[in-house]
């Protein structure tokens, strides 16, 4: 697979990104304990990536890019998720809802950003999946894709926030050694939910019910809280670092949608409609997911925002 134009522009918008987000935590109170969590996701992620890569009938395979890790995982996949995860955590951190809601707010965030991308990166070949052709997909993505995403960020997440919560004495020794430890319980939460649950519910009420099921409960469980949700933090430079993320791959992906021609008729929409169509239903979907991630990621400056309308309305 050539290394084509697209490829070069999400790589180095990632390694940017990447960049930003270790300065971000570099210059915060508790960076020792933010920049050991982000090597920990690098070891989760990364192995995770391998494992599924690798293994008997692997599901996907990655295509070429510039630098590319051992097992034919290029670098930005996993420096990606880092940044993904840190911009997640840090939001849900500022809204400051109950511990234990957070990872799910962690997993959804995430998951939102990987439903736009997705199908601009398969029909672009980034990556490639290894699917039966009866597989149930979602723009040539399997169902499965986007409960795994969310199983795999919830998993780290909540292993990360308990432990910081069991262990609460150890300074420096603590801040470094739970998120490098976080990454095997995760590990087994991860594989226990997919393989324990996920996958007797595939066969049990199919893969459609399945993610609507994951989803919606997921959905549900924040939503209650959403009324305790802080929205007063300040619109600042900071924060600006941390929307970047999700407004550089949102934007990227729409740009993407149009520059490289994907709507106007793709391998795309199976489920939609038949394979070949043209699929103008990507024109709507992905500006709305990309709307909602946003605000998403906006709650926390929710007051600023709109007292800035507000102002500009009134003036």
């Known amino acids: 697979m050539e290394i084509t134009l697209s ?32 090597a920990g996701v690098l070891i989760f992620c990364y ?52 511990w234990g809601i957070r990872p799910v707010v962690d997993a959804l965030l995430v998951a939102n950003i990987d439903w736009n991308m ?4 398969v029909a672009l070949d980034f990556w490639t999946w290894n699917t039966a052709p009866d597989t149930n997909v979602f723009f040539d993505i399997p169902y499965r894709n986007f409960t795994g995403w969310l199983i ?13 919560r069991l262990f609460r004495g150890g300074g ?18 991860t594989y226990g939910i997919v393989y324990r649950v996920f996958h ?22 924040v939503i209650i809280f959403v009324p305790l949700f802080r929205k007063d933090h300040r619109l600042d430079c900071r924060a600006w670092m941390i929307l970047s993320v999700p407004l550089c791959y949102h ?3 729409m740009l993407l949608l149009y520059a490289d021609g994907i709507y106007q008729g793709t391998r795309m929409c199976h489920w939609i409609c ?29 007051d600023e925002v709109l007292s800035y309308k507000i102002r500009r309305f009134t003036r």
Request: aromatic share 16%; charged share 10%.
């Open 7 to 38: 490829k070069l522009i999400i790589e180095f918008l990632t390694y940017v990104l990447f960049a930003l987000t270790l300065y971000h935590e570099a210059t915060r109170e508790n960076s020792r304990q933010l920049l050991a969590t982000t």
């Open 47 to 98: 192995v995770v990536d391998y494992l599924f890569t690798h293994s008997g009938g692997s599901t996907y395979t990655y295509g070429q890019f510039l630098v590319m890790l051992p097992g034919g995982i290029p670098l930005w996949i996993t420096l990606g998720w880092s940044v993904l995860f840190y911009a997640a955590m840090t939001t849900s951190d500022l809204l400051e809802g109950p």
């Open 118 to 121: 997705d199908p601009i990166a």
């Open 152 to 164: 795999i960020v919830f998993s780290f997440s909540l292993m990360v926030r308990l432990g910081y």
């Open 172 to 189: 420096s020794v603590r801040d470094i050694l739970v998120p490098l430890a976080a990454a095997l319980p995760a590990f087994a939460l």
């Open 200 to 221: 007797p519910m595939y066969a049990w009420i199919g893969e459609t019910l399945t993610i609507t099921a994951v989803f919606g409960a997921a959905f549900l469980a």
């Open 251 to 253: 934007g990227l992906a």
């Open 274 to 302: 038949r394979p070949g169509w043209s699929s103008p239903i990507l024109v709507v979907y992905m500006p709305l997911c990309a709307l909602f991630g946003m605000v998403c990621f906006i709650w926390p400056y929710l």
